[in-house]
């Protein structure tokens, strides 16, 4: 009799549940859901490496072809994975790392680099292919983002994810803002979710020495908008004319300093017999913006003419499809670190066309302008040739 009653009333508690779920589910209505401020934690930024790479956030690693950067990020997998010491001396606590290369073989290039940084091997898994149906296909990041994601968290442990070169995600065009920022958001997601550090390479566009190195990342501005810190690395001449000093500079950061960087050289190391890979040692820290350490002292180019010049090649990739409402350049230009003053100068030395609306003002391209525009991206297919074609030269040497 008293087990009945206890299943009575186990029962109607499980009813009782089911009718609760079922009533929540009715009244969850579709449309924008939104969330107070007062129902948020404040919350620091979680540092992988301290005011340098961030927990889930995206970072771009940009500069000239021959400058390392593929063997820095490799740095930086080595000393997560051995749970080594970054530049500043302080300590990384150990984890696993991924890395989708398009450019480098990970058996004889990207490997022999981690050996001869001192990275963990077992730690670091290569985005090689994927099955679909038995059958093995190239992976694809518009397809196969969310089995990459249930792969790395089979693996467990995931600090830092490496995108060689981050234009590989954007099966679009590239230098279109929209097209761009839709194609990194997967990527942007993958990392939040697991809480690792994003870096993505890419390339320097010709030109534009002596401006914000920034804004010579090549491709869409939105590669830099979307990006939480931004990272360079260049050679540079010194005081005494040595042209042999590198250095890793902060170009932009949303989330913490925006400047400084550290000495860094290029080593040849053999960590296997017969196994030869080049590796990063690191030298002093230095103070300074990029703009500042990675500029030749004796260019003498004119700082303020340079911004202008930086913001109009800005408005003319923002402005190109048309009317802009004024709030989105202003938005844009802060991400990508061009400040509101010297948009508005060069808007009033390009004259651009502006037109007040019935939510505010809104800008275009005149059409002088907008042929520039149109004219430079019809002249855009060959300089990326041009730009692969000095990519392969340098190969047999150090990336």
């Given at each position: 009799m008293r087990s009945a009653t206890i299943e009575q009333a186990t029962s109607q508690i499980d009813r009782s549940m089911a009718a609760q779920v079922e009533?929540?589910?009715?009244?969850a209505r579709d449309g924008v859901v939104l969330l107070c401020g007062s129902d948020l934690k404040p919350e620091p930024v979680q540092w992988l490496w301290h005011e340098w790479l961030?927990?889930?956030?995206?970072?771009?690693?940009?500069?000239?072809?021959?400058?390392?950067?593929?063997?820095?990020?490799?740095?930086?997998a080595a000393t997560i994975t051995s749970g080594g010491r970054w530049p500043d001396g302080s300590r990384c606590e150990r984890g696993n790392v991924l890395v989708w290369s398009g450019e480098d073989d990970p058996a004889d290039t990207l490997l022999p680099r981690l050996m001869a940084a001192g990275g963990d091997r077992s730690r670091v898994y290569f985005v090689e292919s994927t099955r679909i149906a038995g059958e093995l296909l190239s992976f694809d990041p518009a397809r196969d983002m969310k089995a990459l994601q249930a792969a790395a968290e089979r693996i467990g442990d995931v600090r830092l994810i490496i995108v060689d070169p981050i234009v590989s995600a954007v099966t679009g065009d590239s230098h279109k803002n929209t097209e761009t920022r839709r194609a990194l958001q997967p990527l942007v997601d993958l990392a939040a979710s697991m809480n690792a550090a994003l870096v993505g390479i890419t390339h320097f566009s010709k030109g534009g020495q002596g401006g914000d190195p920034s804004q010579r990342v090549m491709g869409s501005v939105a590669f830099t908008a979307v990006a939480r810190v931004v990272l360079v690395a260049a050679k540079v001449k010194g005081e005494d004319g040595n042209d042999d000093r590198r250095i890793l500079a902060r170009s932009k950061s949303n989330i913490g300093p925006d400047d400084g960087g550290y000495e860094y050289n290029l080593e040849q190391g053999e960590p296997l017999p017969g196994i030869h890979a080049s590796y990063v040692t690191w030298g002093a820290s230095v103070a300074g913006s990029a703009r500042e350490l990675l500029s030749d002292p004796n260019e003498g180019q004119d700082d303020s003419k340079s911004a202008i010049d930086s913001a109009t090649e800005f408005l003319r990739e923002v402005l190109k499809d048309g009317l802009t409402p004024c709030k989105t350049i202003q938005a844009e230009g802060k991400d990508a670190g061009i400040s509101w003053a010297s948009i508005r100068r060069a808007a009033d030395s390009s004259s651009v066309v502006k037109r007040k609306g019935a939510s505010g003002w809104y800008w275009k391209l005149n059409d002088r302008?907008?042929?520039?525009?149109?004219?430079?991206?019809?002249?855009?297919?060959?300089?990326?040739?041009?730009?692969h074609l000095e990519h392969l030269e340098i190969a047999g040497g150090l990336q």
């Open positions: 009533a929540r589910s009715k009244s961030a927990k889930g956030k995206l970072h771009l690693l940009a500069g000239a072809p021959g400058q390392g950067k593929t063997t820095i990020a490799i740095a930086f302008e907008l042929s520039i525009q149109h004219a430079q991206e019809a002249q855009h297919a060959q300089p990326l040739k041009d730009e």
